[in-house]
């Protein structure tokens, strides 16, 4: 029994607790899981982040530990029917690793691919990191975080010197006298957060939403920019513009923590209001309120979220708001800054740990040679033998079965069936696979596509740790041990790895493993994985060296960086300097570009896609819960009044949406909080009413961010 659980493992024995943390968003709530008789409940815990509250995914979310779709034993594709059947671990094991053996013989190490998730426990995504490069020697692992948080870590690297979602403490955002979100619609994606948006307001503080769409967020705001999909670094560069020309830029500070705000200067010099307004369609008048209110507060706060983020331009939207940020002398102070909103439930730990096609432990870059250096003396291994970076998400998934691609995935923590842009284009790449390995506790839509699936444990059932949206490392905790025939990521791995190792009947090994004794450097214990990823990650960017178990279990968390585990940890990065070699900021000159897809008579719309309340992510796991199925029972295309009665569409009748990459069909829902001149859908279902099936694929040059949020189509009525 894992050291979580603090009684007998027996199902029906005396009643037990655990504190824990919900396992879906990045706000990480604290709860306390209580088992009796075998049923398990979600009871509130006090916790800074949350203070006792969840949202409706989190107190159903013990539901799924006994589901009875749960899957409890590995399958295995049969060659005569096609259909997934149920195996011996043994079996399953041994076709993943003649199979892997089989590509790696005839195509070499990166004909093999992982792809992680951004809900994968530090330990795992660790462990992952490291037997893609040490057990497969592939450089093909990314994962699919790269679809949610990359923009923004991107623009921060290049701003700040380092990535860290909120580099401030979430009590932060109660503080601030003017809080602006741009993308972001956290009363539907985390509800506990409106608390701090509430404190704030009853403060006397102002709330400004920059939203395509009249969110649950939006109708909170005191004042909410509606701009048209893909504008928003127009907006951005706008705002600047009036706080140069009203004399709100902080001279003092710009002039001695800053380097590049000339040529930023010179480049918002024509985004008067007036051009913005053309652009965006946002007024001048709110342009100058939230100039006004930003540049005039003590406090303030910029938050960006997905909305801003998920664009060709991405990288250079975010910039624009960190320019803002920058030159209003916001970062290091507390109650103000710049921030974005993590999205997956370990977003932030997920792409710090090694599972990031460019990246190494502790956010080491692994072009870097004192970088390789020191993971490789850590993993026991040459640092000439550590494979060179990868390819991002999306060009991974799209080059899968094609001649220079991998011909084998091996899927751990995600879906991108559902999640990835042009999925159907993705799913017939996953098709054309010589090998396909899913690992999973429900047979997602990419696992039932799988040649082999393998059940693992699910979050009550394992220890580990999860960094949080603010960098906060926090301990995941086991209530129960998985059930017989259900192994952890972390076993798997070590499964692999020890086979991997030794010399198939043909003597070939498994690529890098043969060689030294991989079984041996991949343990089972993530109390004992996280010690070594400390050892890993010491003097990186994101350095855990400090943080223990047992220091996060008596603070409520530990804030990288933390190099000492005597020393203080960083709640509130650039106090004093930025992450740098001078300590300085990064200002940079930003242009606003046209969306990848523009609009034309063919496709005449906007498309969008977002989230809704009682759904999360691909919606493998909540849509098998019965409560979060009732009150989002299916997907469905949000239209403006206006729109629907150009097209002779009525409210809950069935409509297409069409783009050049594909289409979804799904019931009309009428809105007049969106504008006339854009669709949205949720993206958390599959099937006729899959959002990604219409998604554009144009990717950041930068990040490899997929442009989800802005494509062009049109909306047809199905007849009956």
């Not at 992680?116 to 893609?132: C, H, S």
């Not at 999640?419 to 284009?425: L, V, Y």
Request: with cysteine.
């Amino acid at each position: 029994m894992t050291d979580g659980a603090r009684s007998a493992t027996g199902r029906g024995s005396a009643p037990r607790e655990v504190a824990t943390h919900c396992p879906y968003c990045a706000l990480q709530c604290g709860m306390t899981l209580r088992e009796e008789a075998g049923r398990v409940t979600v009871l509130p815990r006090q916790f800074p982040t949350n203070r006792g509250g969840l949202c409706q995914k989190g107190w159903t979310a013990a539901e799924l530990l006994d589901h009875p779709e749960r899957l409890t034993t590995p399958l295995l594709r049969d060659p005569g029917t096609g259909e997934l059947r149920p195996a011996s671990w043994e079996a399953a094991l041994d076709r993943i690793v003649t199979g892997i053996r089989a590509v790696q013989r005839g195509h070499g190490p990166d004909a093999v691919a992982v792809f992680g998730g951004g809900g994968l426990t530090n330990e795992k995504a660790y462990a992952l990191g490291k037997f893609a490069r040490v057990a497969l020697r592939t450089r093909h692992i990314d994962y699919n975080g790269r679809f949610c948080m990359s923009s923004a870590a991107a623009a921060g690297l290049r701003a700040f010197g380092v990535d860290r979602g909120l580099p401030f403490p979430l009590a932060d955002l109660g503080r601030a006298d003017t809080l602006l979100l741009v993308g972001a619609n956290p009363a539907e994606t985390m509800p506990p957060l409106v608390r701090w948006l509430t404190e704030q307001r009853e403060r006397g503080g102002r709330l400004i939403v920059v939203d395509p769409r009249v969110t649950a967020t939006a109708r909170l705001a005191d004042l909410h920019l509606q701009p048209l999909p893909g504008t928003d670094l127009a907006v951005a560069n706008a705002l600047l513009h009036i706080a140069l020309t009203e004399g709100w830029v902080d001279r003092a500070y710009v002039d001695t923590r800053t380097t590049g705000f000339p040529a930023v200067r010179r480049s918002v010099a024509g985004w008067w209001p007036a051009r913005a307004e053309a652009l965006s369609g946002v007024p001048v008048a709110d342009l100058e309120a939230t100039a006004r209110a930003l540049g005039t507060a003590e406090r303030a706060v910029i938050l960006t979220a997905r909305g801003a983020e998920q664009h060709a331009k991405g990288v250079d939207t975010v910039t624009g708001f960190v320019n803002l940020a920058l030159a209003l002398g916001l970062p290091g102070r507390p109650g103000s800054g710049y921030g974005c909103l993590t999205g997956q439930g370990n977003g932030q730990g997920g792409r710090e740990h090694g599972q990031k096609a460019d990246q190494l432990p502790g956010y080491r870059r692994i072009d870097d040679p004192a970088a390789r250096e020191h993971v490789a003396g850590v993993w026991g291994v040459p640092a000439g033998e550590l494979p060179g970076p990868g390819v991002p998400a999306y060009r991974l998934l799209d080059s899968l079965g094609t001649p220079a691609g991998p011909k084998a995935l091996l899927v751990f923590g995600s879906n991108p069936v559902v999640s990835a842009p042009r999925a159907a284009r993705v799913e017939r790449r996953l098709r054309d696979l010589d090998l396909l390995v899913v690992a999973d506790f429900l047979l997602s839509e990419t696992a039932a596509l799988a040649d082999v699936v393998l059940p693992t444990a699910q979050w009550a059932e394992e220890d580990g740790t999860m960094t949080n949206l603010e960098g906060r490392v926090l301990r995941r905790r086991a209530l129960r041990e998985p059930p017989p025939g259900v192994r952890t990521d972390l076993a798997v791995l070590a499964d692999l790895a020890a086979r991997l190792a030794t010399p198939g009947e043909d003597g070939g090994g498994g690529g890098a493993g043969a060689a030294s004794g991989a079984a041996a450097r991949f343990p089972t214990d993530p109390r004992t994985v996280f010690a070594e990823l400390r050892r890993a990650s010491a003097g990186g960017p994101a350095d855990y060296a400090g943080v223990s178990w047992e220091r996060i279990d008596a603070a409520d968390g530990v804030w990288w960086p933390c190099p000492d585990e005597d020393g203080p940890d960083t709640p509130r990065l650039f106090a004093d300097r930025f992450a740098t070699p001078d300590g300085r900021a990064r200002f940079h000159p930003v242009e606003h570009r046209p969306a990848a897809e523009e609009v034309c008579p063919e496709y005449p719309l906007y498309f969008t896609t977002g989230r809704v309340l009682a759904q999360y992510q691909s919606g493998t796991q909540t849509r098998r819960v019965a409560a979060l199925r009732r009150a989002a029972p299916s997907a469905f295309v949000e239209l403006h009044p206006d729109l629907a009665d150009r097209l002779g569409v009525t409210d809950g009748e069935p409509v297409r949406v069409v783009s050049r990459r594909g289409e979804l069909r799904a019931p009309a829902r009428l809105s007049p909080g969106i504008r006339p001149d854009t669709v949205f859908a949720p993206f958390h279902w599959g099937g006729a009413g899959r959002a990604n099936s219409v998604t554009n694929d144009a990717v950041d040059p930068v990040s490899g961010m997929p442009e989800f949020k802005i494509c062009a189509v049109r909306v047809e009525r199905v007849e009956p």
